[in-house]
Nanobody, 121 residues
Framework: QVQLVESGGGLVQAGGSLSLSCAAS????????MGWYRQVPGKERELVAT???????TYVDSVKGRFTISRDNAKNTVYLQMNSLRHEDTAVYSC???????????????WGQGTQVTVSP
């Protein structure tokens, strides 16, 4: 199994910045693509950004130019730098990883527990 633990959420004023991190841990595993999602109560979960092992990235249009996803493969950690935050960025942010493990001999999707990001107007 793979465990993902996020950190870095909190409260910030509009226009401010926050940085999220998500560290993967487990036994005998290999992380492939990683990503960040967000969800607001009553709405569907939204893909925010993804990054492959060779650091190719994608972003939802609403965060392009403001958010940056990165990763440290040696630490099995993915980051999300969020700048110029807007009230509408308020959500629970969760990280996601596609990982292969010796235990399952397959690639599965794993999720973190989520961290709240609140942007005051």
């Amino acid at each position: 199994q793979v465990q993902l633990v996020e950190s870095g959420g909190g409260l910030v004023q509009a226009g401010g910045s926050l940085s999220l991190s998500c560290a993967a841990s487990g036994t005998r595993f290999r992380i492939d693509a990683m990503g960040w999602y967000r969800q607001v109560p009553g709405k569907e979960r939204e893909l925010v950004a993804t990054i492959t092992t060779d650091r190719r990235t994608t972003y939802v249009d609403s965060v392009k130019g403001r958010f940056t996803i990165s990763r440290d493969n040696a630490k099995n950690t993915v980051y999300l730098q969020m700048n110029s935050l807007r009230h509408e960025d308020t959500a629970v942010y969760s990280c996601n990883a596609r990982a292969w493990t010796v235990a399952t001999m397959t690639v599965r999707t794993y999720w973190g527990q989520g961290t709240q990001v609140t942007v005051s107007p």
